[in-house]
């Protein structure tokens, strides 16, 4: 009888286990510096995966590669069952489309506003939209994100959270089915950075995105991940949930959660 | 060392190359960024219009007090107007002109790509699937080659404008006479070779603003080092140019 309700449940919930994004034997060197040795991980649909790593293990480099910014040197990555390395620019950008990426320092273009920085990405991914539709998808991103006063801004004259909520909004805005954090909290103040990471399960609970946080903010892994994975000398070192892991007998693992 | 150095510099080159090579392929595949195109053109060419008639106008200016004692020695002071406007057109206006651009435009383009670049806004573009290249590189070297060879004529018309005031400093000459003088001497051999080379002038401008920009390391420090590089280059190929522009006027008119 259980399994029976285990079968439904499963039927009910077919992409729980449904791999968004793959990894596999992922190597990266710049000169002699090897700094992904052979990673391998896998993304659910709906998952959100915590990276952890001291500087340098390449964390960020991972992420690079899952879009396109940072060509591999050897390995696999599928993303939404196709396989980018070696696209073309063309067939790249149609998985870009559907991948949001939040930079470490939100990455606004700071020649333009707030309002010009959202419109700018999608004029050319909804060319059917007129422009109070534009503006209403607009307003209604920047109130997801609590900043819909900052609309006129420029990027200079806001605080660093600011931006990063600004930079999740152009994110948000093209409706990406999988979101990559590149250390969202990292220079904010503690009560900044708990609103960030409530902002990514906000974004997760209401968007159903699959994700990828890199952090080094504990307090964000705990809120934040469904699974973590902790990356030494280019590989993965460990995996597991976050209380898992709290409880290792490792010590390097132990050294994250004190 | 100097073999490392000599290495580096062809190295460069060659990127350079490819640089301009990948400008050429993506210049006209299409979407074409049109209004970043403008955007830029107003920004390179109508915002440098006062500096480079305060330029132009003293080039001018000085070209003519100081030639005139010497023209007055063989009482050659008629020849005044003529040789004014022939100096500026065929050189000086757009060696001048072009290295003030190279100055403004070419590290202001160095600097801003190369803060792009430090900040990741240009990484930014690329995961959003625009391409960076085509929107901030072929916009910018469009426009410089456009908007040079405007501005050089804009300064050969106030230089010539400065000749008039510089005469009318010692002697009561006619505008009109003084204008005639300056058409008679002029001949379209003397303006077509020197305009066609305000358009390599423009295009080497805005190509080495944007492969210093575009190139530039990680880090601050490497903004400043782009922009100051960028003009340092601009600077030598335009002399390069002139002189390679000149050899070739001379071998064919």
């Not at chain 2, 830029?40 to 305060?54: D, F, N």
Request: charged share 20%.
């Amino acid at each position: 009888m259980k399994s029976e309700q285990e079968n439904i449940v499963q039927t009910l919930t077919p992409n729980k286990r449904t791999p968004i994004i793959e990894i596999k034997d992922l190597h990266k060197s710049f000169g002699n510096n090897a700094v992904l040795k052979g990673i391998n991980l896998t993304v659910n649909k709906g998952e959100d995966l915590v990276i952890l790593g001291r500087s340098g293990e390449g964390k960020s480099i991972t992420i690079k590669c899952i879009v396109g910014l940072v060509i591999p040197d050897k390995g696999n990555i599928s993303v939404l069952g196709e396989e980018i390395i070696g696209l073309k620019r063309n067939e790249l950008n149609k998985i870009r489309v559907k991948i949001g990426f939040l930079f470490q320092s939100g990455a606004l273009y700071d020649s333009m506003s707030v309002r010009e920085n959202l419109e700018f990405t999608l004029r050319r991914y909804s060319k059917q939209l007129s422009t109070q539709e534009i503006e209403t998808e607009i307003i209604d991103v920047l109130e997801s994100v609590g900043l819909a006063d900052a609309i006129d801004k420029m990027p200079s004259e806001l605080s660093g959270g600011m931006r990063k909520r600004i930079g999740l909004a152009r994110t948000l805005i093209l409706k990406p089915e999988i979101i990559l954090y590149d250390e969202p909290t990292t220079g904010l103040d503690t009560i900044t950075s708990k609103e960030i990471s409530e902002l990514i399960v906000d974004i997760k609970q209401k968007r159903k995105t699959t994700s990828i946080i890199i952090t080094h903010d504990m307090s964000c892994a705990k809120l934040t991940a469904d699974r973590v994975m902790i990356l030494k000398d280019g590989i993965i070192h460990a995996e597991g949930k976050y209380k898992e892991l709290e409880k290792s007998k490792d010590e390097w693992v132990r050294s994250f959660f004190i | 060392m100097p073999i490392l150095y000599l290495k580096n510099t062809f190295t460069d080159i060659g990127d350079a190359t490819l640089f301009t090579k990948k400008f050429f392929k993506e210049v006209f595949i299409p979407p074409y960024e049109t209004k970043e195109f403008f955007k830029q053109c107003y920004l390179i060419g109508y915002k440098s219009l006062p500096l480079v008639a305060l330029t132009g106008f003293i080039m001018g200016l000085v070209l003519t007090l100081q030639t005139r004692p010497t023209l007055a020695t063989f009482g050659a002071e008629s020849w005044l107007p003529g040789m004014v406007a022939l100096s500026l057109i065929r050189e000086i206006a757009p060696v001048i002109t072009a290295l003030i651009c190279a100055g403004k435009i070419s590290s202001g383009i160095g600097a801003e790509l190369g803060s792009m670049k430090v900040t990741e806004q240009i990484d930014a573009m690329e995961v959003a699937a625009i391409n960076p290249f085509k929107y901030l590189v072929v916009t910018r070297i469009l426009a410089t080659t456009l908007m040079v060879p405007l501005l050089v004529i804009f300064a050969d018309a106030i230089g010539i404008l400065g000749g008039y005031a510089g005469i009318t400093i010692h002697s009561d000459v006619n505008a009109y006479r003084y204008i005639s003088q300056v058409f008679q001497s002029l001949g379209f051999i003397d303006i077509i070779p020197a305009t066609i080379k305000t358009f390599f002038f423009g295009f080497f401008i805005g190509m080495i603003g944007c492969y210093k920009g575009f190139n530039a390391a990680n880090g601050t420090e490497s903004v400043g080092k782009a922009a100051n590089s960028a003009v340092v280059t601009a600077s030598l190929t335009i002399f390069i140019i002139d002189m390679l522009a000149v050899q070739i006027t001379d071998l064919f008119f």
